[in-house]
């Protein structure tokens, strides 16, 4: 059926065991877990969130590789496969589409403009974009008839002029803000005219877009009748456009603004072999490498001035004065099954390594709050912030770690009788952490915890069981259900705090009820007051009995294949109980 929003999740949404918790962020929840407890794949190659940042369980803003791509979507929430790892939640794998013997394609896009949309309460249609617009392609076909094929697909989305429903009184704007045009005008007067730098203007600059670019090709080879192989390399770029600083009683000039510029290249190649009649390898080797930076429309310190009751922001908001993530990810799996009789043996193993960069150097050029534009004039704070990086280098601020994880699986698959199968196995994970945070002794004294605490090392075994019964009857029925102990995998950005928040990576200047003196440069923010003074820190620390997420399952469920349509009828019931959490 047609996505509006081209994405997995309005596919995934249509199973009754998911719910929508959050539309505009396509968050989803799999039998109550955390919506980042989810495991996206792309032909059985983990392509989820790694950090944990995006609210949809995938890197991206938006979906990384595009719904014409996919030919099918599996979702599991209670499936007791002992190669199932990283996910308490569901876990989605999508299979792509090949090319095959005949060459085939599609060409499609999609339009809408913001005159198109309804109008408010004052009979005002809001400026919330210009147009909306995707276009693309796919086309498959032979390399070499019967043994290698081809296929590749394009897709560009532009959303472009984002706005904002928000405006100052006189406006007409659906949500109108306390503040008059004459007061921002003040304030942008007193930016140039006093304090040398252009703050921006009210609205939304034009280059403010949102763009994305995906690509892909994949090449299937059926190597001889007992080998094939893939390889499929895909980039995804993405440009956000984020309109902060805009509330019930805040307006944002420009200069607030900035962008969300994503990376993804994933490359993935596959090897299935049958080696006899009875033993058969499955071989997955991949690699990602991701980037997501904020881009501020300008570098300076973030300043808020109260008028009246409201806020007018400008400069650079206070997340975004740095704030860089990259991480470099490799994913192998080996798959081994051995038919023996009524016994289905399944062996292997798999791995993951996850090597994080992740600068968050909020507050780094300051932070002004000024309590009129008076006082903004006069260069007087009411409250002044600022994070000043050890030795004036921010990489001492960054979180610059890796994570590991090896499973190792075991299971059998028993056929008691055509009707009824047992299947039971173990899965063993076990995390690795590279490096430790640096040793704060001082603070790990004083509170008692050791804050170079990590995961490293925390295995867990789960058993798993589960059963399925077919009844002898005209149409398909059958009962099914089972028992077990599934690890997730936590967001790394919970793991990744005690690396930069150490007590010695930066010191947090805090002035409460302000400083005398404002400079807009970002450079000079140490010479505004005396070092020293107002000088704290921050640490976290992890609790040494602190595990990867984990919970027990268990279902049972009946289904029955109804006289219309090929239609399945379906009554499941979920318990779930959280081990670690």
Same mark, same amino acid.
């Given at each position: 059926?047609p996505?509006?929003?081209r994405?997995?999740?309005d596919?995934?949404?249509?199973? $009754?065991?998911?719910?929508?918790t959050?539309k505009?962020?396509n968050?989803i929840?799999a039998g ?5 407890f989810?495991a ?5 190659v983990?392509?989820s969130?790694?950090?944990g940042?995006?609210?949809n369980s995938l ?11 996919i030919?099918?979507i599996n ?18 794998n999508?299979v792509?589409?090949?090319g095959g ?7 499609y ?9 309804g ?7 809001p400026?919330i974009f210009?147009t909306?617009e995707?276009?693309g ?6 390399l ?5 094929f081809f ?11 984002v ?15 306390p503040?008059?045009?004459?007061q921002i ?20 600059p034009?280059?403010?877009?949102t763009i994305?670019?995906?690509y892909?090709?994949k ?22 456009a ?5 509330g019930?009683n ?12 994503f990376?993804f ?12 009649d009875?033993?058969s390898?499955?071989?997955k080797?991949?690699y990602?490498?991701y980037s997501?930076v ?5 570098d300076r $310190?973030a ?5 009246g009751?409201a806020?007018?922001?400008l400069?650079?908001?206070e ?13 192998s ?5 051995w038919f ?5 043996v399944k062996?292997g193993?798999d ?7 992740n600068?968050?150097?909020r507050?780094?050029?300051?932070v002004?709050?000024?309590n009129?534009?008076?006082?903004y004039?006069?260069?007087?704070s009411?409250r ?12 001492n601020?960054a ?13 059998d698959?028993w ?6 199968t047992?299947?039971?196995g173990l899965?063993?994970?076990? $995390?690795s ?6 040793y ?6 004083a509170f ?14 789960q $058993? ?6 077919t009844?002898d009857s005209d ?8 028992l077990g102990l ?6 790394s ?6 690396y930069?928040?150490n007590?010695?990576a ?8 302000g400083i005398t ?10 010479g ?6 107002g000088a704290t820190?921050s ?9 990867q997420?984990?919970?027990?399952k268990a279902n049972?469920?009946?289904?029955h294949?109804l006289?219309w349509?090929?239609?399945v009828a379906?009554a499941?019931?979920i ?6 959490g």
């Amino acid at each position: 059926f047609p996505s509006v929003n081209r994405n997995i999740q309005d596919y995934v949404r249509l199973d $009754p065991r998911i719910a929508q918790t959050d539309k505009a962020r396509n968050e989803i929840s799999a039998g109550g877990q955390n919506t980042r407890f989810n495991a996206i794949r792309i032909d059985g190659v983990n392509t989820s969130d790694a950090f944990g940042l995006e609210s949809n369980s995938l890197p991206t803003p938006k979906q990384p590789i595009s719904m014409d791509v996919i030919d099918a979507i599996n979702v599991s929430v209670a499936n007791y496969d002992v190669t199932i790892g990283g996910a308490t939640g569901a876990v989605i794998n999508a299979v792509t589409k090949s090319g095959g013997n005949e060459f085939h394609g599609s060409v499609y896009g999609t339009y809408r403009e913001n005159d198109w949309s309804g109008k408010n309460q004052a009979d005002i249609r809001p400026n919330i974009f210009d147009t909306d617009e995707t276009y693309g392609g796919t086309f498959g076909g032979p390399l070499i008839e019967d043994r290698l094929f081809f296929f590749v697909n394009y897709e560009k989305t532009t959303f472009s002029g984002v706005g904002t429903n928000f405006g100052p009184t006189g406006s007409g704007a659906t949500n109108i803000v306390p503040i008059t045009q004459a007061q921002i005008d003040e304030v942008i007067a007193i930016s140039r005219d006093v304090w040398g730098w252009d703050p921006g203007i009210l609205h939304v600059p034009e280059s403010l877009d949102t763009i994305s670019e995906e690509y892909a090709i994949k090449l299937d080879w059926n190597i001889t009748d007992q080998h094939r192989a893939n390889f499929r390399y895909s980039s995804s770029d993405q440009s956000q456009a984020n309109v902060v600083g805009f509330g019930n009683n805040s307006l944002a000039l420009s200069s607030y603004l900035y962008q969300r510029d994503f990376k993804f290249d994933t490359t993935t190649a596959q090897l299935f072999s049958d080696w006899t009649d009875t033993f058969s390898t499955e071989f997955k080797l991949s690699y990602r490498d991701y980037s997501a930076v904020r881009t501020p429309v300008d570098d300076r $310190p973030a300043i808020g001035v109260r008028i009246g009751n409201a806020f007018l922001n400008l400069g650079t908001e206070e997340n975004t004065q740095a704030n860089i993530l990259e991480t470099e990810t490799w994913n192998s799996y080996f798959i081994g099954n051995w038919f023996l009789g009524d016994h289905e043996v399944k062996f292997g193993v798999d791995y993951e390594n996850n090597d994080i960069y992740n600068l968050f150097g909020r507050r780094i050029n300051g932070v002004y709050t000024f309590n009129s534009i008076a006082d903004y004039r006069a260069g007087r704070s009411s409250r002044y912030q600022l994070f000043a990086p050890a030795g004036g280098n921010l990489d001492n601020m960054a979180a610059i770690w890796g994570l590991d994880n090896v499973g190792l699986f075991l299971q059998d698959t028993w056929s008691v009788d055509y009707n009824l199968t047992f299947t039971y196995g173990l899965r063993i994970d076990t $995390p690795s952490v590279d490096e430790e945070p640096v040793y704060n002794a001082a603070a790990s004294t004083a509170f008692g915890f050791d804050n170079r605490n990590t995961i490293n090392g925390k295995e867990l075994i789960q $058993p798993r069981f589960g059963f399925n019964y077919t009844f002898d009857s005209d149409r398909a029925t059958q009962l099914r259900g089972g028992l077990g102990l599934f690890q997730g995998a936590s967001a790394s950005v919970w793991l990744s705090n005690p690396y930069s928040n150490n007590g010695l990576a930066y010191t947090d200047y805090v002035f409460n009820t302000g400083i005398t003196r404002f400079d807009p440069d970002r450079a000079d923010q140490l010479g505004l007051f005396t070092p020293g003074a107002g000088a704290t820190q921050s640490i976290d620390f992890i609790d040494p009995d602190l595990a990867q997420p984990a919970v027990w399952k268990a279902n049972l469920a009946f289904d029955h294949e109804l006289p219309w349509w090929g239609m399945v009828a379906s009554a499941e019931v979920i318990l779930t109980s959280v081990e670690e959490g």
